[in-house]
């Protein structure tokens, strides 16, 4: 440990003596130097923390009180943790001036024997503090060899992470690329106030999307927080408790063990594309019915699938796919069973039990994904659920990302059509009608006929023609659009155009 003004005292080679105490809190404080000078005014080449040594030759003979207080004003506005002054040199004793300027700036001043050469208290300083860097040195060396070996543990991640807590003396936390802590065997927990703060300040590193860190100094807690991984997607963030900032040893420790942990997490990428294949192999034995395969084989990687009934989630990735498969792989890792995933077509899906659907909604919005989810399925209806899901994707707007099959069925066949850009065909359909103004006579005529149900004298009646008119309209309406008004079908079909048109304020 390096030297302070108490262990100099105690060492009676030195045989130094306090004349003035002076604040008591220096006398504890770690010297970073000490050295000797004469000038009257040294402090333009000292620095702060150091132990000022001097025999007063050149300034003490005539030097007022006032004279020598802005000395020592000098000394301690430069940050000098004590002053010590040789006797039996140029003075006999040190000026009393001195001693009550010292007083009354409450910085230590001790006296310094003849015997004892400025030489020796320098040597004895920068010893203490040669011998405190070798020992910050060989224990820095030490801690990372100790976290080296630990990353070659099977359980090597947390192993490191459990290494850095018993180095450092202080609580770590490590946060997936999801948010979500990563949970170790320590000994350490996180103070059960810093929870909160640290998972949203967590949160805050990961949404920028690049390297960085935080230091947290708010409302008692205080904690070092660095994104670990490249930004493509970043792997997670180490957060560190802390009551000061690490030292430099502290600091190299953290920066090995995130490097450690980035490669760790980095090696991982290489199985993902093996992993999307056998996930993707998995679904189509799904799809197909095989399920005592799959289930076995997901039972044997990641605990089994979901249990019956399902909810299919069938997600659009936005700009970070990459994190969507990162969150949702972190979550299927920490709960196993709960949920299954794929890459499929382009798109991601997405398996849980009923009710589990809402736990990857987190994910889909912070990676900006449009989705949509299913009505409860059982396994064997594994493609209806993707069918739904599909459908209700498709209903999706920037304002409303996500969509539940079931609210559409509730809302009706038509709003589905609507919002599934259903007015588009209606316009499509309706286009050789639309063009002529002339034609509104006879997109009203149908239109009225369709609503009497194809009845023609309650609808001519309605439109005040006769019936023959009616007829005419109608049939010209038919062969305009390439329509069979005698099926049921096509009169369906040109319906619910009709309807849409009439549904969307905007449709002309």
């Known amino acids: 440990m390096p030297t302070t003004l108490t262990t100099l005292l105690e060492d009676r080679d030195l045989a130094l003596s306090v004349l003035v105490p002076g604040d008591p809190a220096l006398h504890d404080a770690p010297l970073a130097w000490a050295h000797s000078s004469d000038l009257a005014d040294p402090t333009p080449w000292l620095t702060e923390g150091g132990l000022l040594l001097t025999d007063g030759v050149s300034f003490m003979e005539s030097a007022t009180l006032a004279a020598v207080e802005e000395y020592v004003t000098r000394l301690q506005d430069a940050g000098i943790l004590a002053l010590g002054f040789a006797v039996g040199i140029a003075h006999d004793s040190v000026p009393e001036a001195l001693i009550t300027a010292c007083d009354h700036a409450r910085l230590p001043l001790l006296q310094v024997p003849q015997a004892t050469p400025f030489m020796q208290i ?19 060396l030490d801690a990372q060899r100790a976290v080296a070996r630990a990353a070659l543990r099977p359980d090597g991640l947390r192993a490191i992470l459990t290494e850095l807590e018993l180095r450092l003396g202080t609580w770590v936390a490590m946060f997936d690329s999801s948010g979500e802590r990563v949970e170790v ?37 205080t904690a070092t927080l660095e994104t670990i991984g490249r930004s493509s997607p970043l792997r997670g963030v180490l957060a560190v408790g802390a009551a000061k900032s690490l030292d430099t040893a502290g600091a190299d420790l953290v920066s090995s063990v995130i490097a450690l942990a980035g490669i760790a997490l980095e090696q991982s990428r290489t199985l993902d594309a093996a992993r999307r294949r056998l996930r993707l192999g998995i679904l189509e034995l799904l799809r197909s019915g095989t399920f ?5 084989t997901a039972r044997a990687l990641w605990g089994g699938l979901p249990v019956a009934p399902l909810v ?7 700009a970070d796919s990459g994190g969507l498969l990162e969150q949702l792989g972190a979550f299927a890792e920490r709960h196993h069973g709960r949920v299954f995933f794929a890459e499929w077509e382009g798109r991601i899906v997405i398996v849980t039990s009923r009710g589990d659907e809402t736990l990857v909604v987190p994910f889909l919005e912070r990676s900006q994904a449009r989705a949509g989810t299913s009505g409860p399925v059982d396994w064997d209806a594994l493609n209806r659920g993707l069918d739904e899901a599909s459908r209700a994707l498709a209903t999706t707007t920037p304002g409303r990302t996500i969509a539940r099959f079931p609210d559409l069925a509730t809302r009706g066949l038509l709003t589905y059509l609507e919002e599934s850009g259903g007015e588009a065909v209606a316009h499509r359909l309706l286009a050789p009608l639309l063009a002529d103004p002339d034609d509104a006579p006879l997109i009203e005529a149908v239109g009225v006929w369709l609503e009497h149900l194809g009845q023609w004298d309650p609808a001519a009646r309605a439109l005040g023609v006769h019936r023959q008119t009616l007829r005419s309209r109608v049939g010209t309406v038919g062969r305009r659009l390439g329509l069979d008004l005698e099926r049921m079908d096509d009169r369906a079909e040109l319906w619910a155009a009709l309807t849409l048109l009439r549904r969307t304020p905007h449709s002309s």
């Open 312 to 318: 299919v989630t069938l997600a659009e990735p936005g």
């Open 292 to 296: 005592d395969v799959a289930d076995s």
């Open 185 to 221: 065997d320590t000994r350490r927990a996180v103070p059960a106030e810093a929870e909160g703060p640290v998972t949203e300040a967590a949160a805050r590193l990961l949404a920028k999307g690049r390297p960085g860190s935080m230091r947290l100094d708010d409302a008692g807690v």
């Open 122 to 140: 320098i040597r004895h300083v920068s010893d203490a503090i040669a011998k405190d860097d070798r020992a910050r040195l060989e224990a820095s």
